[in-house]
């Protein structure tokens, strides 16, 4: 790949074609920084997310990792104190996913805004998180219980009834 393959493309095709170059071929830095720079030499590296991130085929080297699904956007978007290292939704899905059964308690002894405990009470667990700034632990117990409420309301599907299973042996027949 050269840098003059990503002229005239918008972000979204830079990062799909980038992605695609990433998986085929053997990671080379200089290489990286060459298209980095040449792209930067244009003004057309985003200020506000990561283009040219490395990509990786095997499954436990998580590069598709959504860095704005945080709390943090919901913090900006209500004008409080953005965490100063926000930590992304996929990680801690994926772990919470990968190491507990639902049902079970999941703990975050340095909780900030509770990612944890929130993405945890939203993957059918209990969360638990400790944090010693007073603002970050307030905002986090307020994103914890809209969690909690969100779990426990039922949705129209909930009250569907299944069929019997005579009727549906009846139709197959």
């Given at each position: 790949?050269?840098?003059?393959?990503?002229?005239?493309?918008?972000a979204?095709?830079?990062?799909?074609?980038?992605?695609?170059?990433?998986?085929?071929?053997?990671?080379?830095?200089?290489?990286?920084v060459r298209?980095?720079?040449?792209?930067?030499?244009?003004?057309?590296?985003?200020?506000?997310f990561m283009?040219?991130?490395?990509?990786?085929?095997?499954?436990d080297?998580?590069?598709?990792v959504?860095?704005m699904?945080?709390?943090?956007a919901?913090?900006?978007?209500?004008?409080?104190?953005?965490h100063?290292?926000?930590?992304?939704?996929?990680i801690?899905?994926?772990?919470?996913?990968q190491?507990t059964?639902?049902?079970?308690v999941v703990?975050?002894?340095?909780g900030?805004?509770?990612t944890v405990?929130?993405?945890?009470?939203r993957?059918?667990?209990?969360g638990?998180?400790?944090?010693?700034?007073?603002g970050?632990w307030?905002?986090?117990?307020?994103y914890?219980?809209?969690?909690?409420?969100?779990?426990?309301?039922?949705?129209?599907?909930?009250?569907?009834?299944?069929?019997?299973?005579?009727?549906?042996?009846?139709?197959?027949?």
């Open positions: 790949m050269r840098p003059e393959d990503l002229d005239g493309l918008d979204d095709q830079v990062w799909k074609v980038w992605k695609r170059f990433n998986l085929e071929a053997v990671y080379d830095f200089e290489h990286h298209i980095g720079e040449a792209l930067e030499m244009k003004g057309r590296l985003p200020p506000t283009l040219l991130q490395p990509h990786s085929w095997h499954p080297v998580w590069s598709d959504a860095r699904r945080t709390i943090n919901e913090q900006a978007r209500t004008g409080r104190e953005m100063l290292c926000p930590l992304q939704f996929d801690v899905d994926r772990a919470i996913e190491y059964e639902p049902g079970e703990l975050d002894p340095f900030g805004l509770m405990p929130f993405r945890a009470v993957l059918g667990r209990r638990i998180g400790i944090e010693l700034n007073r970050y307030q905002d986090g117990v307020k914890c219980e809209a969690a909690e409420r969100q779990v426990a309301t039922p949705s129209l599907f909930d009250f569907l009834e299944e069929p019997a299973s005579g009727a549906a042996g009846m139709a197959a027949e």
